[in-house]
């Protein structure tokens, strides 16, 4: 399985943009770059997508590098909300299972008023 | 829209007691997960249920059983509950197919064996 590797923990002040790295170096052409964010005592809730292109939706921006060996999450005014652990992860699909989220260690960001 | 509903929300268990966590979607979803998170820990999958009809293992399912009961539900049943299943379980459930679309999560049914 493709996997990700993200910084452990990043911090921010309000009100500041956060870009969140994520590499993805065996990644496939067949993968989609998915980010979800789990906030304290919830379960996790999708954030964005992408497959080659930049994305972008009201709640954050999705970067793709053009080898798409790298990704960044991008929150363009932290909020206290935004406190989270968020989780990139490549979606891939097989015949036997489906589609399938396979989850890291995500990277924690803490928010500072 | 209810979305994924997992009861019960908190449970306390004795060693050697079996339970059943129970998962509802109302998506017509026909992907079904569970995932297990140990404090301070990324979500681990249990065991998962591509299609109605269909179940099998993830990373860590000793311990565990599951039944997909219909379309709707996918259970999962602790036979005999041990210390180490102490975690927080989270069911999910998707389409078959569409890699571009979102996962749903329930909320989560905090575990503990004492």
């Known amino acids: 399985d493709a996997k990700t590797t993200q910084p452990n923990s990043m911090e921010s002040n309000e009100e500041e943009p956060v870009h969140l790295p994520c590499n993805h170096s065996?990644?496939?052409?067949?993968?989609?770059i998915h980010w979800y964010r789990q906030l304290p005592s919830q379960g996790p809730e999708y954030v964005i997508h992408?497959?080659?292109s930049n994305v972008n939706n009201r709640m954050a921006s999705l970067a793709i590098a053009e080898d798409r060996k790298s990704s960044t999450l991008i929150l363009h005014r932290a909020t206290l909300r935004d406190a989270a652990v968020y989780y990139c992860?490549?979606?891939?699909?097989?015949?036997?299972?489906?589609?399938?989220?396979?989850f890291g260690g995500g990277t924690r960001l803490m928010v500072k008023p | 829209n209810a979305g994924v509903t997992q009861t019960p929300k908190f449970q306390v268990l004795k060693t050697g007691q079996s339970m059943t966590l129970q998962c509802a979607q109302d998506?017509?979803?026909?992907?079904m997960y569970w995932y297990r998170q140990d404090p301070g820990m990324g979500l681990r999958l249990i065991y998962y249920?591509?299609?109605?009809?269909?179940?099998d293992k993830g990373e860590v399912p000793n311990g565990y059983n599951v039944s997909r009961l219909n379309k709707r539900e996918f259970s999962l049943r602790l036979e005999s509950a041990a210390p180490s299943q102490t975690s927080v379980y989270f069911c999910?459930?998707?389409?078959?197919?569409?890699?571009?679309?979102?996962?749903?999560f329930g909320q989560g049914t905090r575990l503990t064996v004492v």
């Open positions: 999910a459930s998707s389409t078959y197919r569409g890699l571009g679309t979102e996962a749903f």
């Open positions: 065996t990644i496939s052409g067949t993968d989609y």
């Open positions: 992408g497959l080659t």
């Open positions: 992860i490549l979606r891939v699909f097989s015949n036997n299972a489906g589609n399938m989220l396979t």
């Open positions: 998506m017509n979803h026909n992907s």
């Open positions: 249920s591509a299609s109605e009809g269909t179940t």
